[in-house]
């Protein structure tokens, strides 16, 4: 595979480090239950950003002398238990990069490392270069790598861009896919077998864990053993990823059996509201935030309509009233990673010198950044009755008052619903690339 | 679950320990390229065959005041992001064990540990008790508690059994679908999203990673990437397993198109009745040497009947010429883990005082001791043509004299066959879980 897309990131990272070394590892495979039963090797997002391909244990390292990928090198055993590695040269014309065996890397102290996520791999790597080497949420990183890494990620190439599309398509097929088997009796883990064979069928695997669940007013539900009854909305968070690493997440809310009641369709058409109203506001130089804030803005005017709330729309957000439905962001980054460069904390999140609010709801934003054109972001406006919530709402001196407690009490019925799509920022406006191919939505300007 | 086989198990090891201390955590989730995206939890076999749950960081304390579950406290959040978690007077209730939270668990300096197979999880105990703990299958581990959970896993009670014959019926199951399904054009992928659907559809989740292709002679070949042609034998390696952990372990090797060429027929044969035979002799007090000794044997006697091999099948097995087609060992124990308990090194699979042999092929073999009432283990003899094998026997000035290597040629296109089922010894036989319920050969005596 030769990709002029991953030539170009290499080239412009090596730019960007001004002579320093980076260290770049794919990272071990991880073991399950015993050393050799693991979980299915996926390379860090970083080392798939500039080499494209899962390496178990390979090592790129960007320095003075270029771009240089160090491999195992094949053993004896290789034909009889995996079958022939192939040799350094192979790699090198296959990738068309420079590459080497990973026992004649030598490790240059002052590196800057970017980490796998495997404790194994960083553990090796720490020891090798004498120093510690971190992989948690809140760890320090190597600041001018990770910076130089969240600039190469932010914005999509080309090629990046036809993996997120096909992702995205996958992942909406399968989503209409389920909706047209939800029916009473079937259990979450089938419908989540059903689609996970779709995209399977389809040369992919899957990004995160799904969510797939009545209960959809528990934002992160993996259980997934529950059986579907005639009257349940089901909350669907799933989404595929290609082989190469890219993401898709997009989330749908659906009744079993096809049919709504007049209260989840009325919630169900408030948060389709939000959710249209956010994607139409994208484009370059739009703050996300003001995307965050037009989803709560339309959420609350929608839910006033129903007299769900009582109020001034605007006055309600700035008293925060929507969080007592949408506690959280209306969404993230995307791109290899379902929420891109988390493991680099809010570097890639927050543009530089901003931090998270500390207001309920507001804190919850993984986003604050000015839309670029080539970023990828979800729109996830969403309606939950969460009973903790209520209770604390309910109780508030100041706050109960905006609520008219007994209508709410006729939407029962109502658990949770959220839509989510994957809209890539384009030059003067944005796509929905998880929109179904027919939709008119599907490109905007 | 009030499972009376756990109580027993606990109770059985806390009399083994003789008033020591004994650690076995479940383990921490482990990131996949995030810290928030984690592979699905799998709990350590050890802390699974005393608690039964997968519960992520939870930790069973056996000490001289019985047995105890220390279990994560919930926190504010949970309402919202995970939904309400059990309190331990809850999980007392449900598990009839003695609970606790994690936070109130004080550690004994002396305890043994079992580790799980997480780095994190090790890290974090390795820092309370102050001295390392470590995981990899070299490493030492606490030798007592080790052989006391060996002794404890080893033979299986009726609730392992129970769980055992599902799996192992259900992947029997599952590889008849992918058997009729089979056919030109199809990818090896699509026959897993097929499989793994259908363990889904029955609650279960996948043992070990899949190994389907028609380069059956790749011991370990993982990758799911190849079409299917006419005239491909495929081997399909693959098992079930429970939500309690309980693995199957099952292989078949069928043709592209249900028709199997004359040189392909004869070779499946060949090693059907070296499985066949292989099988018969089992029961309490055979040395499993001797069950994988007999496979050998009955498949050079099976290759020397087709003038593959020449001379008397005593002889070259005791040549080690079997190896040149069959390498690895004929199985091993099965239970939580695919190779039970292999998280030990050889202490489960070799009885006290007896260490692998240094001979090709005989070093492969993960199982000696005598069958007791109870084990299960896998019965899976092969054939493949490695050709990095085949240089070195044809290149041997010995050995090369007894292979007619012209007839072998016309054996081109049988790549790799192997035949796998999951038997059980029981009082004076064995019991075969995984062969389809109508086969006579289920239950022997």
């Known amino acids: 595979m030769k990709n ?3 030539q170009t990131r290499r080239t412009e990272l090596l730019n960007a480090l001004d002579g320093q070394t980076a260290i770049i590892p794919a990272g071990l ?7 050799a039963n693991q979980y299915p090797f996926r390379a860090s997002s970083h080392f798939l950003h500039c080499v494209g391909l899962n390496l178990p244990g390979a090592i790129l390292v960007l320095d003075d002398q270029g771009a240089c990928l160090y491999v195992q090198r094949p053993d004896a055993d290789d034909a009889l238990w995996h079958g022939a590695r192939p040799t350094v040269r192979e790699w090198s014309q296959a990738l068309d990069i420079k590459t080497g065996y990973l026992d004649e890397l030598v490790y240059h102290p002052k590196s800057m490392v970017l980490p796998a996520m495997d404790g194994q791999s960083n553990a090796l790597l720490s020891a090798e270069l004498n120093r510690p080497i971190s992989g948690g949420r809140n760890d320090p990183v190597d600041d001018p790598l990770a910076q130089a890494m969240v600039a190469s990620r932010l914005c999509h190439d080309q090629w990046a861009i036809d993996q997120l599309s096909r992702a995205a398509q996958v992942t909406a097929e399968a989503h ?3 909706r047209d088997r939800l029916h009473a009796g079937l259990s979450c883990q089938a419908v989540w077998a059903a689609m996970l064979s779709y995209f399977q069928d389809h040369g992919m695997s899957y990004a995160y864990n799904p969510i797939i669940t009545p209960a959809g007013e528990v934002l992160h539900q ?3 053993r529950a059986q579907l009854r005639t009257g349940d909305m089901v909350l669907l968070d799933v989404g595929a990823e290609t082989e190469s690493g890219y993401a898709a997440d997009v989330t749908r809310t659906w009744p079993v059996g096809q049919t709504m009641s007049p209260t989840q369709s009325a919630i169900h058409a408030v948060v389709s509201a939000a959710h249209k109203a956010a994607i139409e506001l994208i484009k370059p130089g ?5 995307i965050h804030r037009q989803a709560c803005l339309t959420l609350v005017r929608g839910l006033c ?3 769900l709330l009582i109020g001034n729309p605007m006055d309600l957000v700035e008293d925060n009233m929507h969080t007592l439905f949408f506690p959280h962001g209306v969404g ?3 791109g290899l990673d379902v929420h891109d460069m988390e493991d680099l904390g809010d570097r890639a999140g927050y543009a530089p010198g901003r931090r998270r609010s500390e207001l309920f709801g507001w804190s919850f934003l993984r986003l604050d950044r000015p839309l670029e054109h080539g970023m990828l972001v979800t729109v996830e406006p969403g309606f939950y009755q969460v009973d903790d919530l209520k209770r604390r709402f309910l109780n508030h001196p100041y706050k109960a008052q905006f609520v008219n407690w007994s209508e709410l009490d006729a939407y029962s019925d109502v658990r949770g619903v959220r839509i989510e799509d994957d809209i890539l920022v384009t030059a003067d406006g944005w796509c929905n690339l998880s929109a179904p191919a027919d939709d008119a939505r599907m490109v905007k300007r």
């Open 4 to 6: 002029i897309c991953l």
């Open 29 to 35: 495979p991880v073991s399950r239950n015993f050393p």
């Open 176 to 178: 209409e896919l389920a």
């Open 222 to 224: 993996h259980d997934l």
């Open 286 to 290: 739009v703050e996300y935030r003001a």
């Open 305 to 307: 309509d129903l007299g």
């Open 332 to 334: 993230h980054l995307l």
